[in-house]
């Protein structure tokens, strides 16, 4: 178990996310959704915002989604074997507010706001609470999460408790799935990387009527002085956050065994992958297609 302590001061980042598409024809046209931009949040704002594309889009427009995600919609209308997404924002955030976790309210409670839907907050949350494309419900789910939904437990406890059996269980390997790796045989293979974690704990706690959402950001690339450095840094990262009531949702990282902290940037929330992948496309020509993405997360100075 890593529960890192939030840390008391704001942090800021440089981060630059770069996507390179290689294709081995020339594609006729395209067209891509981009869920490339950072959410407008109570403690994470941003300063600088530039997406640069290269060869230039013939149209190119900004909107937000369904979850309230930025998307960017870009149109290629010039025949191309090359392209070029690159992102680069600076962003403040702030440590997310105190929760104690063993003083949430039992996880049952949540679970009969989630069926019953009383207020505003609860039906907001209800959406997050069933089955997804890429989250079944598979049995094994529920017999993974029983043992840390004990009668009575603190949504909270019982949550930080799956995330840090998951952190402590199952093995992070880079090259063990893929995005379209289903979730029953990460269950068996007990590998996988951090969207596979964040799939597998959301599928568990929707396994106990609870709701949670996927979310897609970035891990902090450099630990601070005397922190070890967190698996998945240098890349996309994936985590969850679970509704604790109110307005109340909690960050949970089980690739690292963590709760939210300033080490997180939120670019998006969705029900699971497929509501935030980064880039998808239709294309018109193209061959076969090789895909790279570099990312790089630079603390700087307050």
């Known amino acids: 178990m890593r529960d890192h302590t939030t840390e008391p001061e704001n942090m800021r980042y440089r981060i630059r996310h770069t996507t390179t598409c290689v294709y081995t024809d020339d594609i006729q ?10 959410r407008l949040l109570p403690r994470q704002t941003f300063s600088v915002n530039k997406i640069t594309i290269d060869p230039p889009p013939e149209r190119l427009t900004q909107h937000v989604d369904y979850f309230g995600n930025p998307i960017t919609y870009i149109a290629m209308e010039v025949p191309h074997r090359k392209l070029i997404v690159q992102v680069d924002f600076e962003v403040d955030v702030a440590p997310p507010a105190a929760f104690d976790i063993a003083r949430s309210p039992a996880w049952e409670t ?7 839907a009383p207020d505003a907050d609860a039906r907001d949350a ?8 890429m989250i079944p419900p598979l049995p094994a789910l529920r017999s993974y999460a029983l043992p840390s939904f004990t009668p009575g437990r603190p949504i909270g406890e ?40 964040a799939h ?17 950001g970035y891990l902090r ?15 996309s990262h994936a985590w969850l956050s679970v509704w604790c009531g109110g307005d109340t949702w909690l960050d949970l990282d089980p690739t690292n065994g963590t709760r939210g902290s300033t080490d997180l940037v939120s670019l998006a929330w969705g029900r699971d992958y497929d509501d935030v992948s980064p880039m998808r ?22």
Request: with cysteine.
């Open 29 to 38: 046209h395209a067209q891509h959704t981009l869920h490339l931009n950072p």
């Open 110 to 116: 949540i679970r009969d706001a989630i069926k019953f």
């Open 126 to 133: 209800s959406i997050f609470a069933h089955a997804s494309l």
């Open 158 to 197: 019982a949550a930080f408790d799956l995330i840090s059996r998951i952190y402590d269980e199952f093995v992070y390997d880079p090259v063990a799935t893929t995005i379209a790796t289903p979730l029953a045989e990460v269950l068996t293979t007990r590998r996988g990387v951090c969207q596979d974690f």
């Open 200 to 216: 597998l704990a959301i599928g568990c706690l929707r396994s106990m009527g609870l709701a949670a959402r996927y979310v897609s």
């Open 221 to 235: 690339t450099l630990p601070p002085p005397g922190k070890a450095r967190l698996i998945g840094a240098d890349a």
């Open 281 to 302: 496309g239709v294309l018109i020509g193209g061959g076969s297609q090789d895909l790279t993405v570099e990312v790089d997360v630079a603390p700087m100075d307050a």
